[in-house]
């Protein structure tokens, strides 16, 4: 379920434990390369665990909306 255009209030560097669970094994790298661009003010990071970019949830948010495609730090799903 999203809330439109609600944040959650769960804060920026904390995605949803359904789009990245607490026990990920490589949790805490991407986490870390999540908060090094939001640090840079970087739109986006290269995924550690996969070589895919991934959008930050700055991005997110300045975007506006859910776009429901799944993204990891949507901050917006509730």
């Known amino acids: 379920m999203t809330g439109g255009d609600v944040v959650?209030?769960?804060g920026p560097?904390?995605?949803h434990p359904s789009r990245l669970a607490p026990d990920h094994p490589r949790r805490a790298g991407i986490l870390?390369?999540?908060r090094a661009a939001r640090?840079?003010?970087a739109a986006t990071y290269v995924?550690?665990?996969t070589?895919?970019?991934v959008l930050t949830s700055d991005e997110l948010v300045r975007r506006g909306t859910?776009?429901?495609q799944?993204?990891?730090h949507c901050p917006y799903l509730v």
């Open 47 to 49: 995924d550690p665990a």
């Open 8 to 10: 959650a209030d769960r």
């Open 70 to 72: 799944g993204c990891r």
């Open 39 to 41: 640090d840079a003010g």
């Open 32 to 34: 870390a390369a999540h």
């Open 66 to 68: 859910c776009c429901h």
């Open 13 to 15: 560097d904390e995605p």
């Open 51 to 53: 070589g895919y970019l």
